[in-house]
């Protein structure tokens, strides 16, 4: 007699389930991947099937896996699920599926890469600093890491922040200029520095325009524009450019929780073939950054903001 179709078709599923189950009790670790060039190929193999799916479930459960975020959160929402693993195993069989991870896509332009390390202080020490102190109501200075010798100074009048960074070291930037109207829409005119060498890029209010900011949960969103100017001994032909920041999202302290930086090049820009670069944060160490070229193609990469390295 001829079991059911449906009969059939439930034991063929049991009988999969069952064996990823064994699978990720028994699966031994994988040597770990680092950069990858398919998504969601945790081993690295150029190819993705049911081993990196169950590698993607035993990460899920805690168990011992290869994983790491930038191959296995596959949805990019911060954490390796199950969602994710059941997202690789679709991908290994052949379903269509929804993925929105980064795969590595070689190496990306140094100069590019420069200037988006070099102005990352911008998001990770500057706002962060104002916002930390815009409640502040009377006068007052304080210390950056660099002791007396870098001040960050308040001055309140009629209830109006307008401060200034003179020579203040927050990790290797060293950061002077003026950020007027702080607790509110500030009004930029900014240079960051590095410790160790003499390059410096500079950033300031498009048509002395502020940044626009509104208040979120454990910070304030930003938006606006800001005229750049690098003077970098590495490049030197590197020349102004234009900053776009999207509904950046900074706290006092951390990561930006969400938002973007566009960085927008012309051809007096000096950065051959590259028309735009664009950063997307998540509250996350690793940020999304999208690099558009003149001839109209565009490559994606992962940078690791604690590090200022790109994977």
């Known amino acids: 007699m001829t079991k059911p179709l449906h009969r059939r078709s439930t034991t063929r599923s049991l009988w999969l389930l069952a064996m990823i189950a064994t699978f990720l009790v028994c699966l031994p670790g994988l040597a770990a991947a680092q950069i990858f060039k398919i998504c969601g190929d945790v081993d690295d193999n150029d190819q993705v099937t049911v081993t990196d799916g169950v590698q993607v479930l035993r990460a899920a459960a805690g168990l011992s896996s290869d994983c790491t975020d930038a191959v296995c959160d596959v949805d990019v929402n911060g954490t390796i699920g199950v969602t994710d693993g059941v997202i690789i195993l679709r991908k290994a069989a052949g379903l269509q599926i929804t993925q929105n991870c980064i795969p590595d896509e070689g190496n990306i332009n140094q100069q590019v890469a420069y200037i988006l390390q070099f102005s990352q202080p911008l998001v990770s020490a500057v706002l962060p600093t104002i916002i930390q102190h815009r409640n502040e ?139 735009r670069a664009q950063v997307f944060f998540d509250g996350s160490n690793l940020a999304r950054v999208l690099v558009f070229f003149d001839d109209g193609s565009f490559k994606n990469y992962r940078f690791e903001l604690l590090f200022l390295n790109f994977l």
């Open 137 to 275: 109501t009377v006068d007052n200075d304080f210390t950056c890491d660099n002791g007396e010798d870098g001040i960050y100074s308040v001055v309140v009048t009629d209830g109006q922040q307008d401060n200034s960074f003179s020579d203040c070291l927050i990790d290797n930037a060293l950061i002077t200029g003026d950020a007027e109207n702080a607790n509110d829409d500030p009004i930029l005119a900014i240079e960051l520095g590095d410790a160790r060498n003499d390059d410096t890029i500079s950033f300031e209010g498009t048509n002395g325009s502020g940044l626009l900011g509104i208040n979120i949960e454990g910070g304030i969103k930003y938006s606006g524009r800001l005229d750049a100017a690098p003077f970098f001994e590495r490049f030197d032909e590197t020349s102004d450019f234009l900053l776009v920041v999207q509904n950046l999202q900074v706290a006092a302290t951390g990561y930006p929780l969400g938002g973007s930086l566009s960085y927008e090049f012309n051809e007096d820009s000096g950065v051959p073939g590259v028309r």
